[in-house]
């Protein structure tokens, strides 16, 4: 297994994230006794609205951009700790290009599907809620494009502004909400395909761990268990983390425990040195 810890800032309004990632991957880890590569190195948060912040990442993602790909070249999945989801923006396209029919599921509160206001240079739009458009090129990122919205599958979304709600309701993006039977919804959706996992921690339940937003009505620990073990059923070629902050805002740290416990059989999977074969 290889750990890609990313610890570089990318759009991130705290340090939280960032230090987040370093603890969270290094724990990892040593869980498997993996390798762990760290990208970046923590920053000073940027202000500003989300082209200034993209193009301050740009070094840092590029680099991850260009290890990711060496690992998806030599058919070997991965774990990645990010701080914040707006590191996908370097990922997608390279899981979009080398393996256009897998879906994508991406756990989050939010949609991540919005776009940057048309001719508007200043626009503060915040980075990581337009991944998954910058992604399918509906706005130039810089790091390419290529992503089927018809690949995506939201889990446990909910949190929603009413453009992507219209673009759920219009079929362009698949929605599993959260609720009984999810393990059982979530495998009829994937329809047996591989599948590239985002895991953004403020999908949990609100006050289950310390995450930038706290979004009531989340998955339960139980919940997010019983999702990945129907993704360990499937070919994984990877999973990344997002929003694990190392502490709350008041100072207490983050416990990840019932984390690792949920996302075990997916890291089990990989851990596995199960490489996939091309179609």
Not at 134 to 162: K, Q
Not at 251 to 269: S, T
């Amino acid at each position: 297994m290889n750990v890609t810890i990313y610890a570089a800032a990318a759009g991130d309004r705290n340090e939280r994230g960032m230090q987040g990632a370093i603890s969270l991957g290094t724990l990892i880890a040593r869980r498997f006794e993996a390798e762990a590569r760290t990208i970046g190195l923590p920053r000073a948060i940027v202000d500003g609205g989300w082209a200034r912040q993209l193009e301050s990442a740009a070094p840092d993602l590029r680099v991850l951009t260009g290890h990711i790909a060496e690992r998806l070249d030599g058919n070997r999945p991965f774990i990645l700790t990010m701080g914040r989801c707006a590191a996908s923006l370097a990922i997608l396209p390279l899981i979009a290009r080398r393996f256009p029919d897998a879906a994508i599921v991406w756990f989050d509160a939010h949609g991540d599907c919005n776009v940057p206001i048309e001719g508007c240079a200043t626009d503060t739009s915040y980075l990581g809620g337009m991944v998954i458009t910058g992604a399918a090129g509906e706005w130039d990122t810089s790091f390419g494009d290529g992503l089927d919205l018809a690949n995506v599958i939201l889990v446990g979304a909910r949190d929603l502004d009413a453009p992507e709600q219209k673009r759920i309701d219009a079929g362009q993006i698949a929605l599993v909400p959260v609720g009984p039977e999810l393990g059982h919804r979530l495998r009829q959706a994937i329809k047996g395909r591989r599948v590239y996992i985002h895991l953004d921690c403020d999908v949990l339940e609100a006050g289950l761990l310390a995450t930038e937003y706290q979004s009531l009505d989340g998955l339960s620990y139980a919940d997010l268990r019983e999702a990945f073990e129907v993704l360990a059923d499937h070919e994984v070629l990877g999973l990344e983390i997002a929003e694990y902050e190392a502490a709350w805002p008041d100072g207490r740290p983050n416990q990840p425990e019932r984390l690792m416990d949920a996302i075990m059989p997916v890291a089990q999977r990989i851990g596995s040195h199960q490489a996939w074969g091309r179609d």
